[in-house]
């Protein structure tokens, strides 16, 4: 702890008795040892708590201005009035000031502070420690004094060392090694925890040595630095400079991610806190770092002042602050001396691990930069504005690696959000790819420009080795590594695809689309409880539309649909999420077995679906429940009518639609007990490329066993018993991969139920009922179910999921649905 500047106006003595303690209204201080006593009660403040405290009781009830305060317990450091604001709320928090009565310190405004309560020093009449008239425990050699002491001497040095420069500053910890030596005895080093001794905690030579190490460490709590860099705020009141602060900000990110043995949160989710006005202690909170770097970024007439602060995330003060000025137009060669101070404060050991700068054209790379900034926005005039920026680039130096693999993302953005045709945006996004390989083979964003190409012509293979070379190059790539996630997921791959998530999320835990890929891969995987229960403290945080969507598909696919329902109706959805909420809500109602109130929500104009695909499937299913085989052919009769059914499909090709239109025949031929004619749809569906198609595996694995019980039924038992075979493979195959959803779990069923495996069946049946997965709607909506429904072996063996559904079903009908047209 400092001593202040505000005990240089208190003579000698009495500056010696204040700081061997006093007395303040019902509190004891100890100054030296941070401690505040009442009664047998004692509480430790940060030193630079104590040290307002101590200028606010040196000035003898007068006002101490916030300028005074800031100058002399914050001596040599540039930081800002909140952190003054903040260690006079934690004072009055712990004296048990209130905003109506303030005992101890009040306020003067526009001015500064001022100590209320009387004030008397140890050894004067009433000044001694309230502690002092109760029973002491026995005395022992006071061990602890050397901790304290050497505290007190370190807190000194910390302070002084910008003021009296290094030399002075190695002179003095000099001496307090010397006095370490003279004080700590051979018996070792006592530790004190909250001011009291215990005899049994003594360290040995070597954790003497360690924890006099710890005292000298900016921050001792963490062994692995964590960090977040927030988005440098623009003070030059031009709109056009944001890309400045920011782009510096990444630049820092990006650097300090580089280096080995520090943890460094995402550019995502620190933009996530841009413009809030939270306690640094909450952002940290959220984040799970011990530190934010912080800054400013005023440009005035060609000159740039950058300014940095780094804070405690526990404390809420700063560690460490530092301005620069630099030329605008080499304002970005500051990031490696503000990356090499911040390591150097949080881990200097790794200080030297900092990657040298890879920019060639400071120009070109400003321009880089400002493209990425906008390529962040995803919208149509950021998609431009981002091309744009990455040309001029280019322009000025042609070999820029990283302006080229830019580009390239800007095309496929350009396709995907800014509507131009596919094959010119993907073909020029292939041209800027291959471009940035050829440059630099090892640049990580080039291998990660070329794998989202891969991803959107659906060539999965590629893609991944494409995203996994990019995550090899640069783990902390988090774009590379969610699209990579995307990429296992749809090769089927759920556990490694989880895993992709987590690490991404570690890394950025508040992007919205890695957070919801993350939640996806648990659904899939069956774990809906812990994919509602994150979804919840992740929305509570964010507020994150899509986050309720994810919610609805967890509850949906563990049968619990009359929360669905209540959920559906108690949030608010935004515009572009009403669909999927819609969605739910008429899937949900099939499921329960409403079908009138389903096909109402459907056959309204503005039915809250979103695509014809949404309607089809809807519509089949309806189908499937009524058991109408008709009705299931008429949907099919749809699709073949709709021209741009094909141009307009967010997920099939030609094909796959085809593939699913003869699946889809193929059932209506079930339900109508033509098998032969079954067969053949089926057979055709697989010819169709069905089981290659971008459908879920559980879809592909019902047509397998639809077509092999359909062989069984018309007495071809070896094409059925082969096909069953290898549906079981498929099944065994999935599980091994991460896949546990309950669609995934009902084909097991069907399979245990056709082989009359009456054990398999019981010990899925109990593993089901243990999870809290709820497979009955899925039961009584397929037909391949129903004349094994009917044995009384098996109802009674399914009578708890029966049971169950019925009491959702009943709970479901309380809700009212008015919102959605009920």
């Known amino acids: ?47 630079k708590v104590m040290d307002v405290l101590l200028c606010l009781v040196a000035a003898r009830g007068e006002v101490v201005t916030r300028e005074q305060l800031l100058a002399r317990v914050w001596t040599g450091l540039v930081v800002s009035e909140e952190v003054l604001t903040r260690a006079v709320s934690e004072l009055r928090t712990l004296l048990g000031d209130t905003h109506r009565e303030r005992r101890y310190v009040r306020t003067v405004p526009k001015r500064g502070y001022a100590l209320i309560a009387p004030v008397e020093c140890a050894g004067a009449g009433g000044g001694e420690s309230p502690d002092a008239d109760k029973p002491q425990p026995p005395v022992r050699a006071d061990s602890s004094a050397p901790v304290r002491l050497l505290g007190f001497v370190v807190d000194q040095v910390r302070s002084t060392v910008q003021a009296i420069g290094r030399l002075a500053a190695l002179l ?8 370490a030596s003279a004080l700590l005895s051979d018996e ?8 009291d001794v215990d005899g049994d905690e003594v360290l040995s030579a070597e954790q003497r040595s360690a924890a006099s190490a710890a005292l000298f460490r900016s921050n001792p709590a963490d062994t692995v630095p964590t960090l977040a860099v927030m988005p440098f705020i623009n003070l030059s009141g031009e709109a056009e400079q944001v890309f400045f602060s920011e782009g510096l900000s990444e630049d820092i990110r990006s650097a300090l991610i580089s280096v080995p043995g520090i943890r460094v949160v995402a550019r995502t989710s620190s933009q996530a806190f841009k413009d809030q006005a939270l306690d640094v202690r909450e952002i940290g909170r959220r984040l799970g770092v011990a530190a934010l770097v912080e800054g400013t970024v005023r440009i005035q007439n060609g000159t740039a002042r950058i300014t940095i602060q780094l804070t405690d995330t526990t404390t809420g003060f700063p560690i460490w602050s530092q301005s620069y000025d630099r030329s605008i137009d080499n304002v970005f060669s500051v990031q490696r001396e503000i990356s090499e101070a911040v390591v150097g404060r949080v881990a200097p050991q790794l200080a030297p691990q900092l990657p040298q700068p890879r920019v060639r054209n400071q120009g ?4 880089y930069l400002l493209g990425r900034h906008f390529w962040h926005q995803r919208t149509p005039e950021g998609v431009a504005k981002a091309v744009e920026r990455f040309r001029k680039a280019i322009e000025m130096d042609p070999e820029s690696a990283l302006a080229y693999s830019g580009l390239a993302d800007a095309y496929v953005f350009s396709k995907l959000y800014a509507d131009m045709d596919g094959d010119r945006a993907i073909g020029l996004a292939q041209e800027n790819a291959s471009r940035a390989l050829a440059i630099d083979p090892n640049l990580a964003e080039a291998h990660a420009s070329q794998g989202l190409i891969h991803e959107y012509l659906m060539q999965f293979d590629q893609a991944r080795k494409s995203f996994d070379r990019s995550v090899t190059l640069n783990p902390s790539n988090t774009m590379a590594r969610m699209w990579y996630g995307n990429v296992l997921l749809a090769l089927d791959e759920v556990s490694a695809a989880y895993q992709q998530y987590q690490q991404a999320l570690e890394i950025d835990p508040l992007h919205p689309v890695i957070q919801q890929n993350f939640l996806e891969a648990l659904i899939v995987m069956g774990r809906y409880q812990e994919a509602i229960k994150l979804a919840e403290q992740m929305y509570q945080v964010s507020a994150e539309g899509r986050l309720l969507k994810t919610m609805l598909r967890a509850m949906s696919q563990s049968g ?6 209540r959920f559906a109706v108690r949030y608010n959805f935004a515009e572009d999420h009403k669909k999927s909420a819609g969605y739910a809500v008429t899937e949900a109602l099939i499921n329960l077995q409403r079908f009138q ?38 949907v099919i009769g749809t699709i073949d009518e709709d021209e741009n059914a094909v141009a307009s499909s967010k997920y099939m090709s030609a094909a796959c639609i085809g593939a699913r239109k003869h699946y889809w025949s193929g ?25 290659s198609c971008h459908f879920n595996e559980d879809t592909r694995i019902s047509l397998l066993i639809y077509l092999g019980d359909s062989h069984n039924l018309v007495g071809n038992t070896s094409a059925g018993g082969a096909t069953l075979q290898l549906a079981q493979q498929r099944l065994d195959r999935a599980a091994e991969k991460g896949w546990g959803q309950t669609s995934l779990r009902t084909s097991q069923i069907a399979l245990h139920m056709i082989n009359n495996d009456m054990a398999a069946l019981k010990r899925l049946s109990g593993t089901l009922q243990r999870e809290g997965v709820q497979p009955w709607s899925n039961l009584i909506t397929h037909p391949i179910f129903d004349r094994h429904l009917q044995r009384q072996d098996i109802t009674a063996l399914l009578l708890p999921f029966k049971q169950s559904f019925r009491a959702t079903r009943a709970n479901s009908t309380g809700v009212k649905l008015a919102k959605y047209g009920l």
């Not at 004891?28 to 009660?41: A, I, M, W």
């Not at 070792?188 to 001011?195: A, Q």
């Not at 070109?364 to 321009?367: C, D």
């Not at 104009?605 to 189908?623: I, T």
């Open 597 to 634: 109130e389903a096909e109402v929500l459907i056959g309204q104009d503005d039915a809250p679906l979103e695509h014809w695909e949404d309607v089809a499937r809807l519509r089949a299913k309806l189908a499937l429940g009524y058991r109408d085989s008709g009705a299931m052919r008429r």
């Open 188 to 195: 070792g080093l006592r530790v004190v925890v909250n001011g």
């Open 1 to 47: 702890m400092a001593d202040p500047e505000g005990l240089d106006s208190v003579h000698d003595g009495k500056k010696k008795e204040l700081l061997a303690g006093f007395t303040m209204g019902e509190w004891y201080v100890e100054p030296l040892s941070g401690c505040f006593k009442r009664g047998g009660n004692r509480v430790h403040v940060e030193p």
């Open 364 to 367: 070109a790379y400003n321009l």
């Open 172 to 179: 003095i910890i000099g001496l307090v090694v010397i006095i």
């Open 560 to 565: 619990r649909y009359d929360e669905l329902l």
């Open 667 to 691: 059932i209506a031929d079930y339900m109508d007990g033509e098998f032969a004619a079954a067969i053949q749809q089926f057979e055709q569906a697989q010819s169709s490329g069905f089981l």
